[in-house]
């Protein structure tokens, strides 16, 4: 049977274990409250980056198209094209690029090595002609 200072001894420490308990549950929970902030942030951004992007093919499309088109109009245009001869694979070849480049992307950045954003972003600017919140016409 233990004695009575083995049992004062074990509820002292006892006593220790649940504080340092509450103590990390506390961090914990501050820990997790950032992680939700953080998510919630890159979720924000990944929906503007993308209404940028969808506004800059927007503009593409009213420049050479024209503004009073609608959408139902354009894919007509779009189907049309995509009968031509060589169109769809052209389509598809660009679609195979743009996938590969981003696996390389997302391979330098798990590496450590980052370079192609900045290609990247010079490249988008250079073939869009178009960068902005403007529109025009051609």
Do not use: W
Not at 96 to 120: C, F, M, P, Q
């Amino acid at each position: 049977m233990p004695r009575k200072s083995d049992i004062a001894e074990m509820k002292a420490k006892l006593a220790k274990y649940d504080e340092r308990k509450r103590d990390t549950e506390k961090a914990l929970s501050k820990i997790e409250t950032s992680r939700k902030e953080l998510v919630a942030k890159i979720a924000a951004e990944e929906r503007k980056e993308r209404t940028h992007n969808l506004c800059e093919v927007g503009g593409l499309v009213y420049k050479y198209f024209g503004e009073n088109l609608t959408g139902e109009q354009f894919k007509e245009i779009l189907d049309m094209l995509f009968k031509i001869n060589g169109v769809q694979e052209f389509v598809n070849a660009e679609k195979d690029k743009r996938a590969l480049a981003e696996i390389a992307r997302v391979e330098n950045i798990t590496s450590g090595i980052d370079e192609s954003d900045d290609k990247e972003e010079n490249v988008k600017s250079e073939l869009s002609g178009y960068c902005g919140s403007g529109r025009f016409s051609a």
